[in-house]
């Protein structure tokens, strides 16, 4: 499965607002440009497996978690981004959680199978 750069560039975008960085500190820590730092959030640019490694490492995440959208088995860093984003929810919200789960996995095989398409493609 090759990578996803627009994912992986947005997931790193993502952990760098979470740690409160801006591009420059984030290049500044591991020794890239600012542009490239935007490129690579932006997908336009490749990074290397190397750069990846100093990105996740200064980001306080594991590589999995940037490239989980380009790996077959990533369940495990999806039950963490998930519980990462309940630990936020209302009560009401919570409440409501299971029912939407429930109802989600009705519609899952299509899902599961619209996403098995686009990887052929």
């Given at each position: 499965m090759p990578v996803d750069y627009v994912k992986l560039g947005a997931r790193v975008k993502r952990r760098r607002e979470k740690a409160r960085m801006s591009q420059a500190e984030l290049a500044s820590a591991t020794?890239?440009?600012?542009q490239h730092?935007?490129?690579?959030?932006?997908?336009k640019t490749k990074v290397s497996l190397e750069k990846v490694v100093?990105?996740?490492?200064?980001?306080?995440c594991s590589v999995d978690e940037l490239l989980c959208d380009s790996v077959v088995k990533s369940k495990v860093i999806y039950v963490n981004e998930v519980a990462g984003l309940?630990?936020?929810f209302s009560d009401v919200e919570m409440r409501a959680l299971p029912?939407?789960?429930r109802s989600y996995?009705?519609?899952s095989k299509?899902?599961?199978?619209?996403?098995?398409?686009?990887?052929?493609?």
């Open positions: 020794d890239l440009s600012t730092i935007s490129n690579i959030e932006n997908a100093d990105i996740a490492n200064v980001l306080d309940i630990e936020s029912e939407f789960l996995s009705h519609f299509l899902l599961e199978n619209h996403i098995q398409r686009n990887d052929v493609q």
